[in-house]
């Protein structure tokens, strides 16, 4: 009876492991469905709570071969400068340091324009640091996403953080 009782909860513990990783994959597969998905997805990868390693494998998923990131940066005289990188360049520089403060990137606002295979998504951020509740940054993502198969996958995103010149609602205005 013991023995039973123990197999039959070794038994439960690997049909729930077996069915909470069933799961995980759907909403992987589920997550790059819509290229709103993908980008959702993007942003709980890259957050998490104070000590909570990243999943940088499922963060790769996200992006097609070769993706790159962009990031304008303005230098103490205003002049803004492009820094290039790839997916795991951005691992390498932000990984232990996400999972050290509790980094977590929120979407405030999105515009999505599709065109067949084709996507792109202005998407509003604003990041606070969990171990201080301090704000971080605010900002702009502009991430272009294209569909290969069924999934939506990122072919670049390029950010920049708001100020005083270029306010988040800017971005979001029309341009002819």
């Known amino acids: 009876m013991i023995m039973e009782g123990v197999m039959g909860k070794a038994w439960m513990a690997g049909a729930a ?6 799961l995980g994959a759907a909403q992987e597969a589920e997550a790059q469905e819509t290229p709103g998905a993908a980008l959702e997805a993007l942003y709980a ?6 000590g909570q390693a990243r999943d940088w494998d499922s963060l790769r998923a996200l992006f097609l071969d070769g ?24 691992i390498a520089l932000n990984g232990e340091r996400l999972a050290e403060i509790g980094f977590t990137e929120v979407e405030t606002r999105r515009q999505t324009h599709v065109y067949g295979a ?45 100020d005083a010149d270029w306010p988040v609602d800017r971005a979001f205005e029309a341009v002819d």
């Open 67 to 90: 993706a790159r990131m962009h990031v304008s940066v303005t230098g103490p005289e205003g002049a803004d400068r492009a820094v290039t990188l790839t997916v795991d360049d951005y």
């Open 17 to 22: 492991l077996a069915l909470a990783l069933a």
């Open 118 to 162: 084709l996507a792109h998504i202005l998407s509003a951020y604003e990041a606070v640091r969990a171990d201080t509740g301090e704000e971080v940054a605010v900002g702009v993502n502009m991430v272009t996403l294209m569909r290969v198969g069924s999934d939506w996958k990122i072919a670049a995103i390029a950010w920049r953080a708001a």
């Open 45 to 50: 990868a890259i957050s998490g709570p104070v």
